[in-house]
């Protein structure tokens, strides 16, 4: 939000003060719940933790960290599945559906590899179904990826996707109220264009992740 503000003001604002103004307006920031994790049924491929939590990337495609979250509505549910690049952190690509299943983790990552160069991309995932099926692995090794897993039920080990799928539920999902799937899909699109193009992060020197790679280029 500091960021954000001074950027569009083209002021010096503290964090401090950002606070005072948004208490003294009765703006509060949801506090980002953790995600619940369930059991999985025995993996058929499991791969070791390759990425072992180091989050820093040199250069643009180095580092991807993919998972699926589920976005409730009006008794229903969407399932959002995510690629994400650890240099700047931009969301690389991501798709919507009705199922969590082997096709939408496939059409995640085709409309990624369409997009970037992945030849030796590093692909961390969690020990989810469909990251573990034989049909994954072979998608991969077909685009000559690595892939990278997190340890059986230990989340921190993609703390990264974790993080923005808290940052997609604080401050874009929860302040809306959907009763449509086509209302859900209209505000990720919304929302994930915002995160790329215009949300300002101070780890990459206030600009946002495209800015970022651009700038790197």
Request: glycine share 4%.
């Amino acid at each position: 939000m500091t960021v954000w503000l001074r950027k569009i003001l083209k002021k010096p604002i503290n964090d401090k003060r950002t606070y005072r103004l948004m208490k003294a307006l009765g703006i509060q920031v949801k506090i980002r719940r953790k995600r619940i994790f369930y059991g999985r049924k025995e993996a058929c491929v499991v791969s070791g933790n390759h990425l072992n939590r180091e989050f820093h990337a040199t250069r643009p495609n180095e580092k991807w960290v993919t998972d699926v979250a589920y976005l409730p509505f009006n008794q229903k549910r969407l399932y959002l599945s995510v690629i994400y690049d650890l240099y700047n952190n931009e969301v690389v690509s991501y798709k919507l559906s009705r199922y969590d299943d082997f096709q939408l983790v496939q059409d995640t990552l085709k409309a990624a590899v369409q997009k970037r160069k992945v030849k030796g991309t590093l692909l961390h995932s969690d020990q989810g179904v469909t990251y573990t099926s034989r049909a994954y692995h072979h998608l991969l090794a077909k685009h000559q990826m690595r892939l990278s897993m997190s340890r059986k039920g230990n989340c921190l080990d993609n703390a990264c996707i974790e993080s923005f799928f808290g940052h997609l539920e604080a401050e874009c999902f929860h302040l809306l109220t959907f009763n449509q799937g086509s209302e859900v899909e209209q505000a990720i699109d919304e929302y994930i264009k915002f995160y790329n193009t215009a949300r300002y992060q101070k780890k990459q020197k206030n600009l946002s992740p495209v800015q970022f790679r651009r700038k790197a280029m």
